[in-house]
């Protein structure tokens, strides 16, 4: 049976991205996008015109769709997961900002109403495997670094990828500590310290945003690398999702959660 | 409480790695060694003077031991975990050279005396978790080649773990076809092939033996890669199957399915 | 003294990157531009209003700029730099397709007209760096072997550059001969083979064009990598072309030979 | 003609390496040893019975030999280097800890004395040629990083391969000012920094010693990497510089500098 499919930020980049997704799929129909900006027919956005197109969230009625794919903005997301929720649409939420007490207050709702959904801050496949793997490599391997390179023009470092792996990592590794008697001739060349794991920030024109895991043990190494060349590959992603939703009974924040 | 340790093999250079490892754990101790080749005091073999020296098996009781490590060689493994088996003793068994047929054999001789133990080719937890990695992230990215690099005197190719990953990643990866269409302007370049897999081995001097497994995705890549520098490498592996043994209750092929 | 620069070719997509790399530069001015299909005034691609456009070569008069940039199609390339030095105008070519018979005549016509030029079939400051260091490396390093990564839409195997670095560390290395007793139990993973330099073609989505040469030696390795994400790359090099112009007194075949 | 060779430190790990690498070479022929701790007859060395050992060095007569290969100590090397030059034998040298002053007037001696000679802290030809190339590239890429891995036991960091590397590229580059306006949100992430290269220490078990210099351009990167797996490794830089102490007429500071 085909999904029906409502894309809320349909006309932005990672809209226009969905688009061409969904479209790509058997089993899933767009049936609706929703953007505050709609200056143009359904077929100038790459969708069929039956499609419909809402400028406002309360205009959507309840149940119009199965899923609801929201790339909008900080300010509107909260608002969208909770209208799509109350309207028992499922949510796959791709965009930033919520916060915690948000995530839990919309967790609540999903409940409530029976709907399960999805809240990923990445959807990039590699990068999310490679946080997972590299949890569970740290059962076995507790010394570890990690080094991330972005273009030059990326100013804050360490990228928000590296940290989440050195949380997920701090969380299952077992209690450890590595050389506390080191000395640094030049100050910081051992890099930054996030609960005993050394991060490395490298920042270079040419690179565009590239994540390594390195693992030591006695005789041996083991080394995770994802490179994301492009926003692209959040679609790899947002297919996964697409074909895990239904089996989703609560609102699951992580994509690492439904693999 | 603490376990009783048998190792067999103890006078080779993998039982003398055992033998320093066990005694630097603090909850398993070791009472025994078996070797056809014993020639001094136990203290030369890094053992205190009231482990039990056996130079033929059959001279070991009946749960004389927990646990039986062996490192020995193909002739001698099939008969050597038979008898711990029959005798009670759950075996650890990182020698080579088992048949199908003889692991067949082993494991239901280890149902029927209802004692569990490991049998593992491969004790280096990189390469284990490489694989294991690798399986799983074949679900994601079907499309994916493998390298290995060994130091040039490694004649045959390609490497045991390069064909094992690929054996597990074809279990696993979704039906795939890549560039059928593809030319070779100079032949091979394209490497060997396992079921669609493309498997390229290096050979040059300097290297000892490493295994990179590269998975592609639209606008994203995700590479796994572990080094072997030094068989000391292995006790990692048998310092995991030392504290898992006890959760066993069969016979388990493969240090991967007690992670 | 400022330097004049014709741009042959200025309407393609090299062409208009060349077009802002010189106007960013502070010693170069364009003062021209060929092309067949002119259909705008030259602000509409991003030239001021006194730069000359041709739409064909024999309009531009001797001497009219000091440098001419080539970034045409094969079929006029030939005749665009043979014109551009009986001009007096020192050509810097980035087009492909001349034979090595018209490069002999071109070499003839420039010594004769007593200019220099260059011509260059790839200006990737990474590869061409890369491809000068292995051919000395190979010196002091006879055991290598060469991997290059592209996208899976590059149907050909291996890449231009992979094959033009086996052929320049094949002038350099001494005799020698690897492993020749090796057995492939997996057909072809030892890859292609040019005079005993083995080459591994790696073909995966989301790569653009990598390659990656390997050494060994007793106890250690040396790698060379470089990573082509975007052919804006060429600018660099066409950046250094332009700076060396000036020294050249001959027709130089490559940008690793102005280094 | 075959070259004479003595080896000061032939008792010593690395004089022991030296004696094998010389006895492999149809070139040159062991004639004498000099150790302090001299106990057994030549052959326990891996000498034949020809050479003469010496305890002391003023035994050595003048123009023993036509080559001093020094791997001794800090407090012997300079008189070592001394004598050599004075006798009329050409030293290669790869005892660390002469001081600047040393090596000025170590260069005096050989200046006077008419006779050349090698003095290299780093023997490791991947080393040697890392650090080459990384300052050649520098001219073209001033965007650059440098990460080195150690094994856990090395305590102090950066290691010195790093940091002279780091001395070489700051020589080469034009003057360059990388992103002024980062901001750390974890501390030291953005690691150490010489003259505005970025220098980052990985120390885990398992690594041996290495080295990776990571350049960045619009569209590309370059990469070199240097792995140490062995002190072995050092031969291969010995016997380069056995082949080309003939042809030096100066006392010669680092290998690089004789390629």
Same mark, same amino acid.
């Given at each position: ?19 061409? @997704? ?28 039956e ?10 009625p309840?149940q ?7 790339? *909008? *903005?900080? +300010? #509107? ?18 965009t *930033?900002?919520? !916060? ?26 590699? #990068? ?5 793997? #590299? ?44 050389a506390?008697?080191?000395?640094? !001739?030049? +100050? ?33 190494a ?24 239904? *089996? @989703?009974?609560?609102?699951v ?5 439904i693999?």
């Amino acid at each position: 049976m085909t999904k029906k499919v409502l894309i809320a930020g349909f006309t932005g980049a990672m809209g226009q991205k969905v688009i061409k @997704l969904v479209n790509s799929l058997d089993d899933f129909e767009i049936v609706g996008g929703l953007s505050p900006e709609i200056k143009y027919e359904p077929k100038e956005y790459g969708l069929s015109n039956e499609v419909k197109l809402f400028n406002q969230r309360d205009a959507i009625p309840d149940q119009f769709a199965d899923i609801w794919i929201d790339f *909008t *903005t900080p +300010s #509107a997301v909260y608002e969208n997961v909770k209208y799509a929720l109350t309207h028992h649409i499922a949510p796959i939420v791709g965009t *930033t900002g919520l !916060t915690d007490r948000q995530e839990d207050e919309l967790s609540l709702i999903s409940k409530k109403e029976k709907i399960g959904g999805l809240i990923a801050p990445n959807f990039g496949m590699s #990068a999310v495997l490679l946080m997972k793997f #590299a949890k569970e490599a740290a059962k076995y391997f507790p010394d570890v670094e990690i080094i991330e390179m972005h273009h030059a023009d990326k100013k804050d470092a360490p990228s928000g990828t590296a940290l989440a792996t050195a949380k997920m990592i701090a969380q299952n590794r077992p209690p450890h500590q590595s050389a506390p008697d080191e000395v640094e !001739t030049l +100050s910081n060349v051992r890099g930054g310290d996030y609960q005993g794991i050394k991060i490395h920030s490298i920042r270079l024109p040419g690179y565009v945003a590239h994540e390594q895991v390195m693992f030591g043990g006695t005789g041996e190494a083991l080394t995770l690398r994802q490179d994301s060349f492009d926003r692209q590959s959040f679609m790899n992603g947002v297919k996964v999702a697409l074909e895990k939703i239904d *089996t @989703l009974h609560e609102l699951v924040i992580g994509l690492e959660n439904i693999l």
